[in-house]
């Protein structure tokens, strides 16, 4: 089975940026623990600050793969592109939040990519992807 991990702007941040919000691990540390706990499944892991970059890496993998799981960051309460993305491909995506985006501002309330993926999780820090992963399998 293979599954692309795609975050968005500042998650290559994880660690440093907010802690109280987002933890204090990277999500490089992170990723290896997804590695040892699944190790039947094909990991690939993409990060971008750059919203057409995020928008190839899904095109590139949502054709081939089996899942992709999908942090957008803010890109998620903005982009109707990355939403286009995500309806264009035949891969199944999961959108993950490491926040409750509801228990926030306003703003963040709003997702362009919910509605056309296979299912959201958010707010359970970073086994958000756990989650995700085993909606997979």
């Known amino acids: 089975m293979k599954i692309g991990i795609i975050n968005g702007p500042n998650l290559n941040l994880l660690g440093k940026r907010e802690p109280e919000v987002y933890g204090n691990l990277s999500f490089e540390e992170y990723f290896t623990t997804l590695q040892i706990q699944f190790p039947a499944i094909e ?3 993409f990060q971008s ?3 057409g970059e995020l928008i190839n890496k899904i095109q590139e993998l949502g ?3 089996d899942g992709i799981i999908l942090n ?3 890109y998620t309460h903005t ?5 286009d993305a995500v309806k264009a491909i035949i ?3 999961i959108e993950v939040h490491i926040s409750n985006t509801f228990s926030r501002e306003d703003f963040r309330h709003q997702s362009f990519i919910s509605g056309n993926a296979k299912g959201v999780i958010l ?3 970073l086994q958000s992807y756990e989650l995700a992963v085993h909606s997979f399998l």
Request: hydrophobic share 50%; glycine share 18%; aromatic share 22%.
């Open 79 to 83: 982009s109707i592109a990355i939403g």
């Open 49 to 51: 600050n750059i919203e």
């Open 91 to 93: 891969t199944p995506v």
């Open 63 to 65: 054709f081939s793969f």
């Open 43 to 45: 990991f690939t892991y």
């Open 123 to 125: 707010g359970f820090g």
């Open 72 to 74: 957008a960051g803010a």
